[in-house]
């Protein structure tokens, strides 16, 4: 169970491409999802959090221009990329937490690695 | 300001032997800890987690360890085996919110 699908895993585009992501909850529900990004050999950071039915709230540094989160549904949150530039390249990762409790862990996608050229 | 720390960047042990993964951590506001598994290329995978009203939480070869005092938490893996080879993650959060994550552990386990 708590089963987090996101897609595509890999994408190559142009530099000023804009590319959208898509995290899916495929047997539970998330009022609450999350998009981290990561650099190699690096940690996760956390870029934002998406809610349901609501603006995402960005951490510090994370322009919300360029990096446009929608949460239309408690299974379906995207991360869009606009006009995309090589210094975006990076393994982006959504994570979701299953709705009512607290204690309940993140569960993750397999992350999507972003190549922009 | 990192809150989360790994302080060693990787471990290596003998298959049947015991892993022990440290972090610490700096936000004392912190109440939820956690332990996942990366391979390259994929997701984190949940291992396993510990609130701040407990010290210990043992789930089949994995265990992990509070010591709320010092700020320091600690996964062991009993017996090793050369599948559990991977990135391990301590990550925190507060009040089930955002998670911080460290920056990882390597472990190789050597058959």
């Known amino acids: 169970g708590a089963v987090v699908s996101q897609h595509p895993s890999w994408v190559i585009c142009k530099s000023g491409t804009s590319v959208k992501i898509e995290c899916r909850s495929l047997?539970?529900?998330?009022?609450?999802m999350f998009w981290y990004r990561q650099f190699p050999k690096q940690s996760l950071m956390l870029m934002a959090t998406?809610?349901?039915?609501?603006?995402?709230?960005?951490e510090q540094g994370v322009e919300k221009d360029k990096f446009l989160i929608n949460h239309a549904s408690l299974t379906l949150s995207t991360l869009t990329v606009t006009s995309a530039h090589p210094e975006d390249s990076s393994f982006y990762i959504c994570s979701a937490r299953p709705v009512a409790l607290m204690g309940q862990p993140q569960h993750f996608g397999d992350g999507t690695r972003l190549s922009i050229l | 300001d990192q809150q989360v720390k790994q302080n060693s960047p990787s471990l290596s042990v003998q298959e049947g032997r015991i892993s022990i993964l440290n972090c610490d951590y700096t936000n004392s506001m912190f109440d939820y800890f956690l332990w996942y598994k990366k391979y390259p290329a994929e997701g984190p995978t949940f291992l396993i987690s510990?609130?701040?009203?407990?010290d210990k939480n043992e789930d089949g070869r994995f265990t992990v360890f509070l010591n709320k005092s010092a700020k320091h938490l600690s996964l062991h893996i009993v017996p090793s085996q050369p599948g559990d080879s991977a990135v391990y993650f301590c990550a925190a959060s507060e009040y089930g919110n955002k998670l911080v994550f460290g920056a990882g552990t390597i472990l190789r386990v050597k058959s």
């Open positions: 510990i609130s701040s009203i407990k």
């Open positions: 047997d539970f529900q998330a009022t609450t």
């Open positions: 998406s809610n349901e039915g609501s603006k995402a709230t960005y």
